[in-house]
């Protein structure tokens, strides 16, 4: 595995080894001692979650808060996003900084996000299956998040907005300027 730092504190981009052959092909999607190892991350995954999605779907900005809060190790399984995880540690060097990445089921690419990020994607294929593993079980009196459309953080989804998905909950997530200042 080769594992790259994110412009953003303590994410990192991973690309498992592929081994590839006429019958197809196969990786490691997680090795708990390679993993450590590579990030320097001593992680312990309790929840394996996973969602299918059509082309348009935006999910997010979520987080949990408090001792809710979630790493995660996020992949797709099939199709093809846009990851998007905003730094909202108030400590951090990149604080209320955001990366994106695509993620592809052919490119095999991970991203490990820490405890305190909000995380979104879209959907920029059909038939999305996305899995992501979490470090801490989910609770949903803790759960959070940012209006996905956010002006101050001007994320480009690069889904037109006139085929943008979006649930109701979701869209009414708080704007960053709210959630600061309650």
Not at 33 to 48: H, W
Request: glycine fraction near 6%.
């Amino acid at each position: 595995m080769t594992v790259k730092q994110s412009p953003l504190k303590d994410c990192f981009v991973i690309e498992p080894s592929v081994f590839e052959d006429e019958r197809g092909s196969f990786f490691e999607s997680f090795n708990q001692k390679d993993f450590e190892l590579n990030t320097g991350i001593d992680i312990e995954f309790v929840q394996d979650n996973q969602s299918i999605s059509q082309y348009g779907t935006i999910r997010g900005l979520h987080f949990q808060t408090g001792g809710f809060a979630q790493a995660k190790l996020i992949r797709v399984a099939k199709g093809k996003v846009l990851d998007v995880v905003v730094d909202m540690r108030p400590d951090s060097e990149t604080y209320l900084k955001q990366f994106s990445y695509v993620l592809t089921g052919e490119n095999n690419h991970q991203l490990y996000v820490p405890r305190g990020f909000a995380h979104g994607f879209a959907c920029l294929s059909d038939d999305v299956i996305f899995v992501y593993k979490c470090d801490n079980y989910y609770h949903k009196a803790s759960e959070s998040g940012i209006l996905f459309n956010d002006k101050t953080l001007d994320i480009d989804w690069q889904i037109p907005k006139k085929d943008q998905i979006v649930s109701e909950k979701d869209q009414n997530l708080p704007t960053l300027e709210t959630y600061l200042n309650p």
